[in-house]
């Protein structure tokens, strides 16, 4: 157990690091500065700098499959079929995972590409099946005359890059509490979408 807290600590300091410098000026010795630890002693914990951002990395990205599998069956049960609500519910627990963890999904945001080839082509394909859900439900909505005549491919890569803007500027102590930020894009969202 003091190993799996150390290791998770490990993770969140470099994910603040990460977040802050980025990825690439961010050495080994810093995260074990930061941590009050030597630089070798680290290594007793991760195997490499590259470790610590898949571990990061994947970590974040299964928060948000999780949460999306939630919002889907949460918007199934309180409005079956309808693809507003689903798109909706989807946004929510995007902007949900972002600022539950902002330091995190930073990292994932934006410091995926660093990752070693092997790596990258993993989260490619879970981002691509995490994006397909956002745009089936476009799909969907167009379908059925709720949403705009529209490419849904571009319409979600634009929500999702727009949403994903949270993690540069988010701050907990902001003006506005996360539940209020969510209720903003996800009027936002379907505003983008919604046929006129």
């Known amino acids: ?68 599998d939630g919002a889907e069956r949460d918007a199934e049960t309180r409005r079956p079929g309808d693809p507003a609500e689903a798109l909706g519910a989807l946004t929510r627990a995007h902007v949900d995972v972002l600022t539950s963890d902002v330091d995190a999904a930073g990292v994932f945001v934006h410091e995926w590409r660093s990752l070693d080839p092997g790596h990258r082509d993993a989260i490619l394909s879970r981002r691509d099946a995490y994006q397909a859900r956002f745009q089936r439900r476009i799909e969907d909505g167009i379908a059925v005359g709720a949403f705009a005549m529209t490419d849904p491919a571009i319409a979600t890569s634009t929500l999702l890059s727009a949403i994903n803007g949270i993690a540069a500027w988010y701050d907990p102590n902001g003006r506005l509490p996360a539940n209020r930020i969510a209720d903003h894009l996800v009027e936002l969202s379907l505003r983008m979408v919604a046929n006129p």
């Open 1 to 68: 157990m003091v190993e799996i807290s150390r290791r998770r600590a490990i993770e969140d300091v470099a994910s603040d690091l990460f977040r802050e410098r980025g990825y690439a000026a961010t050495s080994i010795r810093d995260i074990a500065r930061a941590m009050s630890l030597q630089g070798a002693s680290l290594y007793a914990h991760v195997a490499s700098k590259e470790d610590v951002l898949w571990a990061i990395v994947d970590r974040a990205a299964g928060r948000f499959e999780v949460a999306a």
